[in-house]
């Protein structure tokens, strides 16, 4: 009904109330038609005059619950929708209050507690596909994905081709690891709903998943052509630009957004890290400062500069900048790397170690942690030591370059060269134009000085 046929429903209904005053009925029409007017203010008063009179009526208590959950008053809606529960015997209306309590339990995010009145509806009602995707959803957000997955598959058989139940079935997908399965999914959203934003955005994190980022790409610029100003949007799309090697790209977008929202610490943030991955350290240490300076008392903007003055060799700068985030976050393992690195190079090896295992007491498979205390050891003649943190760090990354480089330097060093070799040979087969602290052991060996 159009917003002018309840006006004029409302003048009818008041005029039957005013010949028939005590007929409860026509005050709640006349709620009903407030209510649907967004008079919601008045709707409340009206419905709470008719409970007073008639406290068991139960199809007023609904009503009442659905006003108030428009008007923010979620928990008062909840309150309201479970008296109708023990005033309305009847099992057509305490479908409509299950329906309602689960939507609103869901809507204060007490997915646990809504789930029991939607099972309850979908025992009563196999078939309503509403409340079997209302089910599924209180189910995903709960993790409970295989359960998920089973309702919103049956809210698909019973109602099919609607968007909202398919792009659910690849978020589920999605959510357990098959993204294949999701992409047909969002796929058969988009074709019914196209201008989606948000179908189009998990389409592309699917994609991404996959390793085809040029569907990922494709699909995150037209979700920001749909949504121009969603900034979760436009930084997948940096990341997918810098993760298929499209650097010049990435900068251009992380631009894009800050040209948008100059101090928009997580573009300003992505921008420096995309300079860090191309070696321009003095402009990323620049936006990393300037991050640290809208947010001080971050320990990771800290954190982000230490790691840029780490980076360019002012060892000193960063140990400070690294203690003063350990101040703000005595918990960031990160902060303790980048003190354990600057203090590595500076000669202070034992402190270099503290910093480290500090690091894996809070990340305990922290790869660059076993790596760099691995170094540290190396340098306090602990080979020993050494190769145990070594070895650990191939067990967790089989390819980590830095962990087979020092591992064969300390093999070296305990005198086991046939070890040494093996870790060179890796080394090269991993990157043949790589030249770490093994090559220039061997190199020092073939060329002694004379």
């Known amino acids: 009904m ?39 203010g008045a709707a409340i008063d009206v419905y709470e005059i008719v409970l007073q009179q008639r406290p068991d009526y139960g199809v007023a208590h609904a009503y009442l619950a659905l006003a108030l959950a428009e008007v923010g008053r979620q928990q008062e809606a909840v309150e309201e929708i479970r008296r109708g ?12 209050f299950e329906f309602r309590l689960g939507q609103l339990l869901s809507g204060l995010n007490r997915y646990e507690e809504a789930v029991e009145p939607l099972q309850d509806l979908v025992r009563a009602r196999p078939n309503d596909a509403s409340a079997r995707y209302s089910l599924g959803y209180a189910y995903g957000q709960l993790q409970r994905y295989d359960d998920a997955l089973k309702e919103f598959q049956e809210s698909d058989r019973l109602h099919p081709n609607w968007p909202g ?10 959510a357990i690891g098959q993204f294949d399965k999701a992409v047909v999914q969002y796929l058969q959203a988009i074709q019914l709903d196209p201008m989606d934003a948000d179908t189009h955005f998990n389409l592309g994190v699917a994609y991404g998943q996959l390793g085809q980022h040029d569907d990922e790409i494709a699909e995150y610029k037209k979700a920001a052509a749909i949504s121009p100003d969603d900034f979760t949007i436009l930084i997948n799309l940096a990341l997918a630009y810098s993760q298929s090697g499209r650097h010049e790209a990435a900068i251009a977008a992380w631009n894009n957004m800050i040209e948008s929202k100059p101090e928009d610490i997580a573009a300003l943030t992505g921008l420096s890290l995309e300079y860090e991955r191309l070696g321009r350290y003095h402009e990323g240490l620049e936006l990393a400062e300037k991050v640290a300076r809208i947010n001080p008392n971050s320990a990771i903007s800290q954190g982000n500069v230490a790691s840029f003055q780490n980076r360019l060799g002012n060892y000193n700068d960063a140990l400070k900048i690294a203690r003063y985030a350990i101040e703000l976050d005595p918990n960031f393992p990160d902060a303790h790397g980048h003190a354990g690195f600057a203090l590595n190079e500076l000669g202070d090896h034992n402190a270099a170690v503290a910093e480290h295992l500090c690091v894996l007491k809070l990340r305990p498979d922290s790869v660059h942690a076993f790596v760099n205390l691995g170094c540290s050891y190396l340098e306090l003649g602990r080979n020993l030591d050494a190769v145990e943190s070594l070895r650990r760090a191939i067990e967790l990354k089989p390819d980590c370059i830095e962990a087979h480089d020092n591992l ?9 060269r046939s070890g040494a070799l093996e870790q060179l040979r890796i080394v090269k087969q991993l990157n043949s134009n790589f030249e770490g602290e093994l090559s220039k052991q061997f190199a020092a060996e073939a060329n002694p000085p004379r």
């Open 2 to 40: 159009e917003s002018g046929r309840f006006d004029l429903a409302l003048i009818n209904f008041r005029k039957a109330s005013a010949l028939e005053p005590d007929k409860l009925l026509t005050s709640v029409q006349i709620a009903w038609c407030l209510h649907k007017l967004k008079d919601y």
């Open 85 to 96: 529960f023990r005033t309305q015997p009847r099992m057509e209306h305490r479908g409509f």
């Open 165 to 174: 139940t398919l792009y659910s079935l690849g978020v589920s997908f999605a």
């Open 408 to 416: 064969g330097a300390a093999l070296l060093k305990n005198g086991d």
